[in-house]
């Protein structure tokens, strides 16, 4: 299936998506979730960003992660360049009734630019140009983990990659990215 979005003659967004199953005879992963904390031991993720007045609610409001391995916040700056680029977040969402399925496997892989500001060691993220998610199996889970790792910088843009497991180990989806670096000061005002 492919789903084209335009404003105009001009294409905005692109699509591209392969349905169906072939049999679950053959079920296997070589793949295994990082040994970290559970959720309920983690730090709560940092607001980005505090909420103004009675602005809508953003990604941030509506999630629940909790960072197991990396730098977020003002900690980003802290201790200079990651020696691997790699970030582990547990996430769900706040409201419990809300499946983990294809979509928010997708809005949680999207957390793949926000390890920059934790590979660069400085305040830092990314505005993505492209996501690319690919599911493997979903099964029931309250959690998600997301093994996050920057694999490279270079001019301005950054490149990653996430593996999402479910709390039993299942490895759920794997996703990469890439994205423009954004870079802000110590008042949060956008640098370059």
Not at 48 to 55: A, I, L, S
Request: charged share 25%.
């Amino acid at each position: 299936a492919r789903v084209l979005g335009h404003v105009g003659e001009r294409e905005i967004y692109t699509v591209n998506a392969a349905v169906g199953s072939r049999g679950k005879d053959l079920d296997h992963q070589w793949l295994t979730m990082p040994d970290v904390p559970p959720p309920e031991d983690c730090e709560a993720l940092p607001r980005f960003r505090p909420k103004v007045g009675d602005e809508p609610d953003d990604l941030q409001q509506r999630m629940n992660t909790r960072v197991a391995m990396g730098r977020y916040g003002r900690k980003r700056s802290e201790g200079g360049l990651s020696e691997d680029g790699r970030v582990i977040l547990w996430s769900r969402p706040m409201d419990e009734a809300t499946p983990i399925d294809a979509t928010m496997l997708a809005v949680i892989a999207d957390f793949v630019p926000g390890a920059t500001g934790h590979a660069l060691g400085m305040q830092a993220g990314a505005n993505s140009l492209d996501n690319t998610i690919r599911i493997r199996k979903i099964v029931p889970t309250d959690w998600v983990c997301a093994d996050i790792r920057v694999q490279g910088i270079h001019d301005g843009f950054v490149h990653g990659e996430a593996r999402l497991f479910a709390q039993d180990g299942t490895l759920m989806a794997v996703a990469s990215q890439s994205g423009i670096v954004r870079i802000w000061d110590d008042n949060g005002k956008l640098f370059k």
